[in-house]
């Protein structure tokens, strides 16, 4: 598949089959997050590879869109330093989050992003330090378009080109 057949065909996720994926899939997706860019290639993060499906389902309540989380074959929680240092951090955090979709929907793994509000119960849950964030996550498996199409039920479509773009100043 070709970058912007992705981009084009990619959708969110949240509906998985219970199939777990294999170690060489997982390492792909985890590996594409690394390569992503970074902000003077500082690589501001650290990937929690999830898959036990206790702790999934634990993570799936520390947010309130976060119930896909735990019918996930695998969930990647971002930790960063604190994304108030700098505004790059949050940026960065984002791409590799981008190059881990990216790289499972090639392998024909979906995904959904996942806000974490209970960011104490989430670095309990994981035994993260303190001083560092994980309010961001990422659920993946296997899935069925017949169970969840893609929809964009709240936003439907996307916003025309022309009324997003602007072609040297607003």
Same mark, same amino acid.
């Given at each position: 598949m070709?970058? &912007?057949?992705?981009?084009?065909?990619?959708?969110?996720?949240?509906?998985?089959?219970?199939?777990?994926?294999?170690?060489?899939?997982?390492?792909?997706?985890?590996?594409?997050?690394?390569?992503?860019?970074?902000?003077?290639?500082?690589q501001?993060?650290?990937?929690? &590879?999830?898959?036990?499906?206790?702790?999934?389902?634990?993570?799936?309540?520390?947010?309130?869109?976060?119930?896909?989380?735990?019918?996930? &074959?695998?969930?990647?929680?971002?930790?960063?330093?604190?994304?108030?240092?700098?505004?790059?951090?949050?940026?960065?955090?984002?791409?590799?989050?981008?190059?881990?979709?990216?790289?499972?929907?090639?392998?024909?793994?979906?995904?959904?992003? &996942?806000?974490?509000?209970?960011?104490?119960?989430?670095?309990?849950?994981?035994?993260?330090?303190?001083?560092?964030?994980?309010?961001?996550?990422?659920?993946?498996?296997?899935?069925?378009?017949?169970?969840?199409?893609?929809?964009?039920?709240?936003?439907?479509?996307?916003?025309?080109f022309?009324?997003?773009?602007?072609?040297?100043?607003?």
């Amino acid at each position: 598949m070709n970058v &912007a057949q992705a981009i084009r065909e990619k959708y969110a996720v949240r509906v998985f089959l219970p199939t777990p994926l294999p170690e060489d899939v997982v390492g792909r997706i985890l590996r594409a997050g690394r390569r992503a860019q970074s902000a003077k290639n500082s690589q501001p993060w650290h990937f929690v &590879a999830v898959r036990d499906r206790a702790t999934l389902e634990q993570l799936s309540r520390t947010g309130r869109f976060a119930g896909h989380i735990a019918g996930a &074959a695998l969930g990647v929680i971002i930790v960063t330093p604190d994304p108030a240092q700098k505004v790059t951090i949050a940026f960065d955090a984002g791409q590799a989050a981008a190059y881990m979709q990216l790289a499972a929907w090639e392998e024909n793994v979906g995904s959904c992003l &996942a806000s974490l509000y209970e960011t104490d119960e989430v670095r309990r849950i994981l035994g993260i330090p303190a001083e560092l964030h994980a309010d961001v996550a990422i659920s993946f498996g296997y899935f069925d378009p017949k169970l969840q199409p893609p929809s964009g039920v709240l936003n439907p479509g996307r916003k025309p080109f022309d009324e997003i773009v602007h072609w040297d100043r607003w």
